[in-house]
C-alpha cells in the first residue's frame, strides 16, 4: 500500500510553548515582550511559508532477528533496537514528511540579514510544524491499523539508538522515489533539513507493540531522543 498526497488536510497548529522550549526557555512566563510579540506574530503568519506534506508505504516485515530486519522488496534495516521490533510486527510504515524549503530559506535569508532573533525563532516553528506533521501521519496510520484490528508502534528514525544515519538510503529506496522532493546529501542528512523520515511497526497488541520503548532499559540518560 502506497499513500502520497500533495497537502496534509488538517491545520498545523503552532504550539508556542514548543517554540519556547526550541529557542531555550523552559516556558513563556520569562520571556521579554519583544521576543513574545516575535513568537505570535510569526506562528500567526508562519503557514504562508509551510508546505506540509507526507509519503508512506506500508510493506511486509519478512523476517526479523538479532540486528538485522528483511523488509519486502529487499529492504535491509541494520539495527538491533528496530529489529527487536519488527520481530513483534507483520508489517511495517515506511514514511518521510516535509514542510518545504520556503520557511528554511526565509529564515536563513533573515540570518544573513543579520536578524538573528528572527531566524532563530522562525526556524523553532518550523521544527514543531514538521513534528506536527508526522505526528498527523502518525495518527492515520494508527487509524488504518485499527481498522484491522491491529496496534501500532512509536515512529523510529535513522539516527536514533544504534539505527545509523545512513540507514536512511534504505527508507528513500523504500519509498521508490516518492520522497515529496526531499532527498539526502552525501551524509544521509535530508534536504529541505525541516523532514523527518522513519517507520512505525504494526502488529497485533498481545505483543505489545504500542509499548515497545527502548529507552526504558537504555542507560544513557543525557540522550537529546530520550522518550
Known amino acids: 500500500m502506497f499513500v502520497t498526497d500533495d ?6 497548529e503552532i504550539d508556542k510553548d514548543q517554540i519556547c522550549h526550541y529557542i531555550g526557555y523552559e ?7 519583544r521576543i513574545a510579540s516575535l513568537i505570535d506574530d510569526y506562528a500567526e503568519h508562519a503557514h504562508y511559508l509551510i508546505n506540509p506534506l507526507h509519503s508512506y508505504v506500508i510493506k511486509d516485515v519478512e523476517w526479523a532477528r538479532g540486528s538485522i530486519a528483511l ?7 541494520k539495527s538491533r533496537i528496530i529489529a527487536r521490533l519488527l520481530e513483534r510486527c507483520p508489517q511495517v510504515a515506511i514514511f518521510v514528511v516535509t514542510i518545504g524549503k520556503y520557511l528554511e530559506e526565509t529564515a536563513f535569508q533573515l540570518a544573513r ?9 522562525l526556524d523553532a ?11 498527523f501521519v502518525q ?48 551524509e544521509c542528512l535530508m534536504v529541505p533539513q525541516k523532514s523527518i523520515s522513519g517507520i512505525i511497526g504494526i502488529g497485533p497488541s498481545i505483543d505489545d507493540v504500542e509499548n515497545y ?3 526504558k532499559t537504555c542507560t544513557k540518560q543525557d540522550c537529546p531522543g530520550r522518550r
Open 71 to 77: 523488509i519486502e522488496g529487499s529492504v535491509i534495516f
Open 113 to 121: 540579514d543579520g536578524l538573528i532573533l528572527q531566524a532563530t525563532v
Open 27 to 33: 516556558d513563556n512566563h520569562n520571556l521579554s515582550a
Open 213 to 215: 520503548n527502548p529507552c
Open 139 to 186: 495518527d492515520r496510520i494508527k487509524e488504518m491499523a485499527e481498522a484491522q484490528g491491529l496496534v501500532t508502534s512509536r515512529r523510529f528514525s535513522p539516527g536514533y539508538c544504534d539505527w545509523n544515519v545512513g540507514q536512511q538510503r534504505m527508507l528513500f529506496y523504500a519509498l521508490t522515489g516518492n520522497t515529496l522532493g526531499v532527498r539526502l546529501t552525501g
Open 7 to 12: 497537502r496534509v488536510d488538517a491545520d498545523i
Open 125 to 135: 516553528i518550523g521544527s514543531d510544524a514538521v513534528e506536527k506533521v508526522a505526528d
